[in-house]
């Protein structure tokens, strides 16, 4: 995890005051601690060093306290002098760490190699020269984007041989990496990279690499691999020849939405379309993949197919079948029966489903929500909620008075970010019957006062 500006304050501190003491003990700790830190963590703790305001001092005081302490052979004193305000000190903490040898010392001569003070910078990169340190190359990574970050990492970096660091755990040393070899790499290296590299992003390059190279190789290994980027680069980049039609209409069924949407497209580049295969597929006895392909190409289903589909023990059939209904919306009843499905997907759909639908008001639910089963109620309050309007804040209310705690929490939350975002623009006239429903909820339950004041000015009720 990456240290807070309030994090990295303390830290400096608490250097600060072991720099300054005569606890030896201290200080070899911390210099034990400070070579554990990650790139991102030194970086931080370095722009923090020097950061104040008209309220806040420096974190690591005055110059003359440094004066000192600096130079008497104390390599974590060094160190921290090195990231102090003041440039002379940083200059001399530099000039003491060029000729010290340990890793903590390439990391703070790497900080020192971007500074906007040209004796403390040149002073730096020299002292860098012959000291190959990964973690020093991720702190001039990630400061590449400064003034004088370029310069640094091309002095810096040339002391690596960059196929070393393709296996480097930290990912922004191996992007450094693979920026400098991938165009170099031949289709047997891209492959064996591909297998063990985990970075999506640089999956896609790696992907994009070899379907340059070494196309039919390339479609052999990535059109059926695990990851979405090497199966989409494949029919993206591929050429139309490089595909029969049985390739295509495999990936049409893919588990990834953009996969089949890229198969579609390469489809209908062939001069076939998707829908009817999709419906052949499903007629045939095929599953959620053909009733993902319907819905993506605009298709629906007669009555009968649907209500054939909603008896299906899979809810994701279930599911689809929902959205796959012919015309608008499926009949308000028919909803209403489906608020008791065992899936809580299904019962979600349904709720926003039944919003939309005309005429759907709040105690049509209301067998639901008096229902003894604790999912029946809260797919009550789903569908109230859904509704929108004076609906939400009185379903919040009503939820918070269940004995089933989960409804209540999901309630209590849902209320807080009603009065958050969305209270002041409820322009919906409320009715005499939400205010009087909401009047006696607050009545009874035991909510803050501020709540309880912020509800009823917004509902007008006091």
């Given amino acids: 995890m990456v240290m807070t500006p309030g994090e990295a304050d303390a830290v400096l501190l608490r250097l600060r005051d072991a720099c300054l003491s005569a606890d030896v003990g201290a200080r070899d700790e911390l210099v034990h601690w400070l070579g554990q830190l990650s790139p991102v963590d030194l970086v931080r703790l370095d722009e923090r060093a020097r950061w104040a305001s ?188 490089l595909f029969d039609r049985a390739e295509l209409e495999a990936r049409m069924l893919d588990r990834s939405r953009r996969v089949r949407a890229a198969a579609c497209w390469r489809y209908r580049r062939a001069g076939l379309e998707p829908a009817p295969y999709y419906r052949a597929h499903w007629e045939a006895g095929g599953g959620q993949s053909a009733l993902e392909g319907l819905r993506e190409t605009g298709q629906r289903f007669t009555e009968a197919e649907a209500r054939t589909a909603l008896a299906s023990d899979d809810p994701r059939v279930r599911l689809a079948a929902l959205h796959l209904w012919p015309g608008e919306l499926p009949p308000k009843q028919l909803l209403l029966d ?78 807080a970010i009603w009065l958050q975002f969305h209270a002041a623009s409820t322009y919906q006239a409320i009715l005499p019957s939400e205010r009087e429903a909401i009047r006696t909820h607050l009545d009874h339950l035991d909510l803050s006062r501020d709540i309880v004041e912020l509800i009823a000015f917004h509902a007008r009720i006091r």
């Fill in 54 to 241: 008209w309220y806040v001092a420096h974190p690591l005081g005055g110059r003359a306290d440094w004066e000192a302490v600096v130079g008497r052979g104390d390599l974590l004193t060094d160190c921290v002098a090195s990231m102090h305000p003041d440039g002379y000190l940083r200059q001399r903490a530099v000039h003491l760490l060029v000729s010290q040898a340990s890793e903590v010392v390439a990391r703070c001569l790497a900080l020192r190699a971007t500074d906007h003070v040209e004796p403390v910078r040149r002073v730096a990169l020299i002292g860098l020269a012959g000291r190959p340190d990964p973690v020093a190359l991720g702190v001039l990574v990630r400061m590449r984007n400064r003034i004088h970050g370029p310069a640094a990492l091309a002095s810096y970096g040339g002391q690596f041989a960059l196929t070393d660091l393709l296996g480097e755990p930290d990912l922004m040393v191996r992007r450094f990496a693979y920026d400098g070899v991938l165009g170099e790499m031949d289709s047997g290296q891209v492959a064996a990279r591909l297998e063990v590299e985990s970075d999506q992003w640089l999956r896609r390059q790696l992907a994009e690499r070899w379907m340059a190279i070494d196309p039919v190789a390339a479609k052999a290994r990535l059109l059926g691999s695990r990851y979405v980027e090497g199966r989409l680069t494949v029919l993206l980049d591929g050429t139309d020849e």
């Fill in 338 to 415: 489906f608020l008791t499905d065992p899936s809580g997907a299904v019962v979600k759909s349904v709720a926003r489903l039944l919003a939309a639908t005309p005429g759907v008001r709040y105690d049509d639910v209301a067998p639901n929500a008096r229902s003894d089963q604790p999912n029946q109620r809260r797919a009550a309050w789903r569908v109230r909620c859904e509704l929108g309007g004076w609906n939400r804040p009185r379903a919040d209310l009503e939820a918070l008075r269940d004995s089933d705690d989960t409804l209540a929490a999901a309630a209590r939350q849902d209320l």
